[in-house]
């Protein structure tokens, strides 16, 4: 899962059909769908959001979505 | 002709709209600075060039994004220019596919070439024209080259139909499509083929345009069908599929046009982010910035400049008024309207501007930065637990400029209770307006702790939206999901040019009023002081001012402050906050800010000082805010609700400072 992974790794999304429909579609917006590579970029303290990079762009969702969204790693 | 300019967020298009027409509109580096259709000339006089806000595709998520989607249905437009973020090619071509599917011309303007390079991605522009099948011109939107190209080919140039079948979405869908033409008796404006596409996507507000056309039972029924369809031949949901077809076709432009190199440089960005976003760090410094930012504004930089200000317009300005008047041989009444009423009344307003300007000098320079969107990621937890997300912390800063924007910038908000929710508890900030009244009772009251003072009013206004929020989320506006995904855009070096015309932009408003609506409440205020029961130029406390303030003074008895010139400044402070100050100027009669300060301690202690300025912060959005409050909501409910409760906390907070002050024994 996404939300387990440490600082710094990197992994391949997929899965990401469990998370709620409005948290996916702008994820799609983003570009973030399956067969994304993301790259753990930070943790927000006190299970605040986390801060993913992909393709160069940086994202932030929360906790929450984060467990939700299968990857493997790289 | 008009020309709609669209793109995803935080692809400079605000600053491409700027240089396209010559005139100014405020330029931002975060989503959803462009909360409100803005419409420009282009240099040529000729055509009209259409600001909409920023979007990632034309099925709305939130209000912000839905202006867009509502706007092509409604309204016409002749062609479009699409901007592109180089560096975010893949992503940015999902929309552009819709807009060719829509089937107005198109012209693309490409802009960051410069970020896509240092990331490693190579564009030719030519081929990758080529390959989408309309003009291409690769711009820098925030100098402005390549800008007279981009408008001389969407303005002059005859432009090539759009290929609105870029995308062949399978046997399924094309058939649908078909069918779906033949459903209606008389045919919309817009190409039927987008009209479906965005139908099968989920648009809402597509289908509600839709069931003007054809009976939605009979829409239902289609669009079941077709979903079903797809679910059985492809397994996954219709929306789903359209966009993977999207992906798809958006990867053979890619492989056609566009070399990707592999070799990526860390770009600063990260680095910077590695330290405002660290995970102990990021708090801190987000308070550090904002406490700074404070100093600089009302006590390092600000204060000196204001009195250097206050200095010339009671010295010399109104000596030279005085003189001028003199010579004129103006009557005593002229004199007293000019002298006790305006120069008093403005220019105890007048006297702020260089603080003002200060704050949101500051205020542009975190949106400009790219920093804004980082305070939302830091603040979301803290948000989350009362009930908000982060993003809401963006209006709130907004709103320490000036509410207006502040609550128009909750747009951006996708969940409606969350963005409601924003949008009554953003008065709560401490707008600019208020720092007058603050900055003249410190001076009177608390010159050794000025910024501190100050600050502390800052964060009350802060705490009381978050337990109010907290409060409001668990009892009337119970229910619904909370929602949080934000895209950070890289910093940018902010251009000083944009950064002054925002903060200019942003500060004229505040020059204008005093210019406007104060100069005219000033007058008013000052005949109302001047005439009286008795006739003309009553003493004071005779006159109609009085009686009006005397009437409502006494419920201020228990939180301290129990004058009629405290009742009267706190009627017009409904008007704008800084009347406040510039009823005051002219009731206690005196010729300068100094000495207004050294009159006050006749009437406030300075607890009662502090209580007062407690519930200035809270009492009631302005009369401008207000009416955002009902345009924003379209609710009668929600914005009397927004003015009684705010009316109550500011009551209950400023009793149990003032009467709890007492007990422990401050005056």
């Known amino acids: 899962m996404l939300g387990k992974l440490n600082k710094g790794e990197k992994c391949k999304i997929i899965d990401i059909s469990r998370i709620d429909l409005l948290v996916r579609r702008r994820l799609l917006d983003l570009g973030i769908t399956e067969g994304t590579e993301v790259c753990i970029k930070c943790y927000m303290p006190f299970g605040g959001p986390i801060m993913v990079e992909s393709c160069g762009q940086c994202i932030g969702i929360r906790r929450v979505e984060a467990v939700q969204i299968e990857v493997e790693r790289l | 002709m008009d020309i709609a300019l669209i793109g995803n967020p935080n692809t400079g298009k605000t600053s491409l709209f700027n240089n396209l027409t010559g005139s100014y509109e405020y330029v931002g580096n975060w989503s959803g600075v462009t909360v409100e259709k803005k419409v420009g000339q282009f240099k040529n006089k000729k055509d009209k060039l259409i600001d909409l806000p920023g979007i990632y595709s034309l099925t709305p998520l939130s209000k912000d994004e839905g202006v867009v989607t509502q706007f092509l249905l409604s309204e016409n437009v002749d062609k479009m220019i699409n901007i592109l973020d180089a560096s975010q090619l893949e992503r940015n071509l999902h929309l552009t596919i819709q807009l060719l599917e829509y089937g107005k011309p198109v012209v693309i303007g490409l802009n960051m070439m410069d970020v896509a390079l240092k990331r490693g991605f190579q564009i030719e522009p030519n081929q990758l024209s080529n390959q989408i099948g309309i003009p291409l011109k690769p711009v820098i939107a925030r100098t402005g080259k390549g800008c007279d190209m981009l408008a001389e080919a969407v303005t002059s140039e005859r432009l090539p139909e759009p290929n609105a079948r870029i995308v062949d979405y399978g046997k399924d869908i094309e058939e649908a499509i078909l069918r779906f033409e033949k459903l209606f008796d008389n045919k919309p404006n817009q190409s039927t083929r987008w009209l479906a596409l965005q139908m099968f996507e989920g648009n809402q507000y597509v289908i ?382 005196v010729p300068d800010e100094a000495s207004l300060q050294g009159l006050l301690s006749d009437y406030f202690t300075p607890l009662a000082g502090y209580s007062f300025m407690v519930f200035i912060l809270l009492y009631i959005p302005c009369l401008a805010t207000v009416a955002t409050i009902y345009k924003e909501t379209g609710s009668k409910k929600w914005t009397a609700f927004s003015m009684v409760y705010a009316l109550i906390a500011a009551y209950l907070l400023a009793l149990i400072i003032y009467q709890g002050g007492k007990l422990l024994g401050f005056m």
């Open chain 2, 208 to 589: 509600k345009y839709l069931e003007n056309y054809i009976e939605s039972e009979q829409l239902n029924q289609f669009l079941l069908e077709i979903k079903d369809a797809i679910k059985k031949s492809a397994g996954t949901s219709i929306d789903q599929f359209i966009f993977r077809k999207r992906k798809e076709t958006i990867n053979q432009i890619m492989t056609d046009a566009y070399i990707k190199r592999e070799q990526i440089i860390t770009p600063l960005s990260e680095k910077i982010d590695a330290i405002v976003t660290n995970k102990i760090l990021g708090l801190p410094i987000f308070f550090l910035l904002m406490y700074l930012m404070f100093m600089l504004t009302f006590d390092w930089l600000g204060f000196p400049l204001s009195d250097l200000l206050d200095g010339f317009i009671t010295g010399p300005l109104s000596q030279t008024i005085e003189n001028l008047l003199q010579a004129a041989g103006a009557s005593a009444f002229i004199h007293s309207l000019i002298l006790d009423g305006i120069v008093a009344g403005v220019g105890g307003v007048l006297v702020f501007v260089p603080q003002i300007f200060i704050l949101f000098f500051f205020i542009s320079l975190l949106e400009d930065s790219g920093y804004m969107a980082r305070v939302a990621l830091v603040m979301d937890r803290l948000m989350e637990a009362v009930g908000l997300n982060g993003k809401a912390f963006i209006p709130m800063m907004i709103g320490f400029g000036c509410n207006v924007p502040g609550i128009m910038a909750a747009r951006t908000i996708e969940t409606p209770k969350e963005r409601l929710l924003t949008i009554l508890l953003t008065p709560l900030m401490s707008c600019s307006a208020r720092l007058p009244v603050y900055a003249l009772f410190v001076g009177a009251f608390f010159v050794q702790q000025k910024a501190f003072i100050v600050l502390s009013l800052y964060i009350l206004g802060i705490a009381v939206a978050l337990i109010l929020a907290k409060l409001f989320s668990s009892t009337i506006l119970k229910g619904e999901t909370s929602f949080f995904v934000i895209e950070l855009p890289p910093y940018r070096l902010p251009q000083f040019q944009a950064l002054w015309r925002s903060t200019w932009d942003k500060g004229k408003g505040f020059v204008k009023k005093a210019g406007t609506f104060i100069f005219a409440g000033s007058v008013f205020i000052w005949l109302l002081s001047y005439i009286g029961p008795g006739g003309m130029d009553v003493a004071l406390d005779d006159s109609y001012l009085a009686a009006i303030g005397g009437f409502i003074a006494p419920l201020f008895e228990p939180i301290g402050f129990n004058t009629w010139q405290a009742g009267a400044s706190l009627i017009t402070g409904f008007l704008a906050k800084e009347a406040i100050i510039s009823t005051m100027n002219i009731i206690y009669f």
